[in-house]
Each structure stands twice: as structure tokens, then as C-alpha cells.
């Protein structure tokens, strides 16, 4: 099956910085969505985005389907940000990035 | 906006028993799927659902899981006899087309606990 990996695992940062994540993938995609796993264990969706760029806010993604990588920037990061971020592709979930934004 | 509803939020059982963990998707969904998520571990794939039947299954969802609509809301899914390790979160998702081309949108989760 398809291999997702994100990197890097654990990211700690200042509150008002800013970050790249990135998800790597073994094979097309078809489907890929990026999550925010809150402190109460809720996975929120951040991004459908199997291809192309998308801005929400202070957040964006961009999926290079071709290369078969996908990066999601946060700008300007606030303490609210922490929390696990996943990455999943045609249902397959990497192991996710820790961050931690300090205030 | 339409969600993912989950109940119970929280589930504890004795080793052995069966319990059916259930999910409300949103309405105008016609595909359904189930993952788990064993504490500070990744969320893995368990089943996918559509027409009722399963399209997709992964190599987790042996023979002590099912799933089933029993009704027109309701999706369900269903540990025969459970395990210490079947402890974890379940997360139910829907969507209005098939995993390959659609998003997915999760519910709260479950956490099971068995002792």
C-alpha cells in the first residue's frame, strides 16, 4: 500500500512564527486531506487538496501531485496551532507533526 | 454546518465483551469509513462502506469486527470479543462520493477502554 511519511516529527516554535510541514507519498494520489488532532483529540480538517494550492487564513497547502509531496505552511503561528498535524492520503494517515507554539 | 456525531464519547469494557460503537454521518453521505487510533499512535484504516456492503477493508478489521446501517441514519460499528488491545479511539467519517475522489469529514471519536 501507499507509505506516507511527515516530517519533521516534533516542531517547536515561538508564538508569531512561522512553519513548513511536509508530507511525502509513495505512489499517485487520488485523495489527500491535512488534519489538526486538538488537544481533545479531534481531528479537524485543514485541507482537501490532492493537487494544487489553497489558503485559509493564516494557513496553506500546496500538494505537487507529480513529486509527490504535499507542504502545509502556518503563518504567524499562536498557541491555539498546537496540536498534532496529519497528513492522509487515499486513507492512509503519516505519523503526524508534534507542534508545540510557545507563547 | 452538518457533522459526525459519536456515541458513546466514551466506552469501558471487560476483556471479552462485544460492544457496537455508533455513528450518525452526515446526512446526504453515502460513504462511510471507520479508523482507529491507539494513544500517541497514528490513525490507521479499518473499513470503508457503501450500498451496504464493504468496498474496502484493511488488514485490522478481522473477523471479531462488523459494520452495518441498521437504519437510514445510523452506521455501526461492532467488537465481537473485545481485546486489551482493541483500546484505543474510533473515528467514524463520511463522505458524499467514494474515498478516492471526495473529503472525508470525522466525527469526535470514541474512546474505547478495555480492562
Known amino acids: 500500500g501507499i507509505q506516507v511519511e511527515q516530517s519533521p516529527p516534533d516542531l517547536i516554535l515561538q508564538e508569531g512564527a512561522n512553519s513548513t510541514l511536509r508530507c511525502n507519498f509513495s505512489?499517485?494520489?487520488?485523495?489527500l486531506q491535512w488534519f489538526h488532532q486538538n488537544p481533545w483529540g479531534q481531528l479537524i480538517n485543514l485541507f482537501y487538496?490532492?493537487?494544487g494550492t489553497k489558503q485559509n487564513g493564516r494557513l496553506s497547502a500546496t500538494t505537487v501531485a507529480t513529486e509527490r509531496y504535499s507542504l502545509l505552511y502556518i503563518s504567524s503561528s499562536q498557541t491555539t496551532d498546537s496540536g498534532v498535524y496529519f497528513c492522509?492520503?487515499?486513507?492512509?494517515f503519516g505519523a503526524g507533526t508534534r507542534l508545540t507554539v510557545k507563547p | 454546518e452538518p457533522e459526525v456525531t459519536q456515541t458513546p464519547s466514551h466506552q469501558v469494557t471487560q476483556m471479552g465483551q462485544e460492544v457496537i460503537l455508533r455513528c450518525v454521518p452526515i446526512?446526504?453521505?453515502?460513504?462511510f469509513y471507520w479508523y482507529r487510533q491507539i494513544l500517541g499512535q497514528k490513525v490507521e484504516f479499518l473499513v470503508s462502506?457503501?450500498?451496504?456492503?464493504?468496498?474496502?477493508k484493511s488488514e485490522i478489521f478481522d473477523d471479531q469486527f462488523s459494520v452495518e446501517r441498521p437504519d437510514g441514519s445510523n452506521f455501526t460499528l461492532k467488537i465481537r470479543s473485545t481485546k486489551l488491545e482493541d483500546s484505543a479511539m474510533y473515528f467514524c467519517?463520511?463522505?458524499?462520493?467514494?474515498?478516492?475522489?471526495?473529503?472525508?469529514?470525522f466525527g469526535p471519536g470514541t474512546r474505547l477502554t478495555v480492562l
Open positions: 467519517a463520511s463522505s458524499s462520493r467514494g474515498a478516492w475522489v471526495d473529503e472525508q469529514f
Open positions: 505512489d499517485s494520489v487520488n485523495n
Open positions: 492522509a492520503v487515499d486513507m492512509r
Open positions: 487538496i490532492p493537487s
Open positions: 462502506f457503501y450500498n451496504n456492503e464493504i468496498s474496502e
Open positions: 446526512s446526504n453521505h453515502l460513504y
